[in-house]
């Protein structure tokens, strides 16, 4: 009998240590997805001023400005994780489309205004992949 009360209190001793660790490991994907989700919105905050920046130089590229617009729209209206990624993608690409366009004019690669926000995307992006590296973790 002795025994049998002693593998039970081991089971129950396991099944809290069990459960703790559970909740330890949801806490810290969930604050790991917050910190995804911060970098994210920064990089939506800054799409804007990068935009009217170019465009200053590039008015007739019409196309790329309403692609980065309206990708950065879907992206910020993205509820699941799957959607959000799908939507991140996509402005990614079209931002990659802005910076090929910003190529051909040179005045713009060395206006200052453009260059310290691009420097700030560089620098958001890298937060988002060491925050994703965290989360996969």
């Known amino acids: ?4 009360f002693l ?3 081991a089971l129950v001793v ?11 490991l949801r806490n810290r994907a969930r604050n790991a997805w917050a910190d995804i989700d911060v970098q994210l919105k920064r990089r939506h905050d800054l799409i ?18 309403e692609r980065v617009t309206e990708a950065r ?17 996509e402005l990614t690409r079209a931002l990659r489309q802005l910076f090929a366009v910003a190529e051909n004019y040179p005045e713009l690669k060395a206006n200052e205004n453009f ?11 890298n937060a ?7 989360y996969n973790a």
Request: aromatic share 10%.
């Open 1 to 4: 009998m002795g025994i049998f």
């Open 7 to 9: 593998v039970l209190a």
């Open 14 to 24: 396991w099944g809290v240590l069990a459960y703790n660790n559970f909740v330890s």
């Open 48 to 65: 804007p001023n990068l935009v009217e920046t170019v465009k200053g130089y590039a008015s007739h590229e019409r196309e790329v400005f």
């Open 73 to 89: 729209a879907r992206a910020a209206a993205s509820k699941s994780i799957e959607d959000r990624g799908r939507s991140e993608g």
């Open 115 to 125: 260059l310290s926000l691009q420097n700030s995307l560089n620098e958001i992006e």
């Open 128 to 134: 988002v992949q060491n925050a994703r590296r965290y």
